[in-house]
């Protein structure tokens, strides 16, 4: 991932040379090299070596002590985050789109849906980015963090797309009568997996539950997963890597999520609310 620098220690040797008369003693100094300013900031210090040549733990700590006993500066701290939603995705707005929409039903672009705060496994409760290296350890980027938690950061790129796919009018945080159903959910994975030193990927996986406004009735829940091979071993290609990743997740949600929103909203709509409503009316007038 992220290259890391390292110099030898101090060494010193001593000869001694004998005459009749005299002894000579001579002693030799090796100077530190210094680490470069500027060097790319690294990872903690329990994480494990990306170079091939050092493999242990600790790397980081002694490069680190050796900046500070060189006047270095401690890495700055970067920050990251996804990518916004391109404009009105062809496949939301295809799948259940103009041509196969119900005359009867109140436009798909008139809905307003209620998107609450997403909870976070304990694992990913931190804003600095995680990577895995196996199944069974994670670790993070000491230097390199997320721009928000990664609940509100996936909230975020959710709320983004629903309005930007033309399927709905508003996308609002609080309750409002307005709004048929409510989307809330959970982030179950959002790290960078390294399956070898030439393979890495990022990996997401939430889950979505679609409710009822009214009743709290379940109208539709999924577990949505993708993956993403990273561009560049670094944090910003894993942020690319996961914003591609997250674009395909809303392409499969979104026209599920606008389905459900409709029929609540036809169903608890009233009886002369919208086209719907006046279809009724005239139906009864010709009675």
């Not at 721009?147 to 709320?159: F, R």
Request: glycine share 8%.
């Amino acid at each position: 991932m992220t290259q890391r620098s390292s110099n030898s220690n101090p060494t010193s040797s001593t000869s001694t040379v004998a005459t009749n008369t005299t002894t000579t003693t001579t002693t030799a100094v090796a100077v530190p090299s210094m680490v470069a300013a500027g060097a790319p900031a690294a990872k903690a210090a329990a994480a494990p070596s990306r170079s091939p040549l050092l493999g242990l733990p600790g790397l980081i700590g002694l490069a680190g002590a050796v900046l500070a006993a060189c006047g270095g500066k401690v890495p700055e701290t970067r920050f990251y985050q996804l990518a916004v939603p391109s404009a009105a995705s062809a496949a939301a707005r295809d799948q259940g789109g103009a041509q196969g929409r119900d005359p009867g039903r109140e436009d798909a672009g008139d809905l307003v849906l209620v998107l609450e705060p997403l909870s976070v496994d304990d694992a990913y409760q931190d804003e600095r980015i995680v990577y895995r290296t196996s199944p069974y350890r994670l670790d993070y980027y000491q230097y390199h963090h997320w721009s928000a938690a990664p609940g509100t950061l996936i909230a975020d790129y959710l709320e983004q797309a629903l309005e930007r796919s033309g399927r709905f009018r508003a996308v609002v945080r609080e309750s409002s009568d307005a709004a048929p159903a409510v989307l809330s959910g959970r982030v179950i994975a959002l790290e960078e997996v390294d399956e070898s030193p030439t393979k890495w990927l990022g990996k997401v996986t939430i889950e979505l539950t679609l409710k009822d406004a009214q009743s709290g009735a379940v109208l539709w829940t999924d577990q949505l997963a993708e993956t993403e091979p990273l561009p560049a071993q670094t944090p910003e290609g894993l942020a690319r890597a996961l914003s591609a990743a997250m674009d395909r997740i809303a392409k499969r949600a979104i026209p599920e999520i606008a389905e459900r929103t409709q029929q609540a909203a036809a169903q608890g709509a009233p009886p002369e609310r919208g086209r719907a409503g006046a279809a009724r009316a005239a139906l009864r007038e010709r009675r």
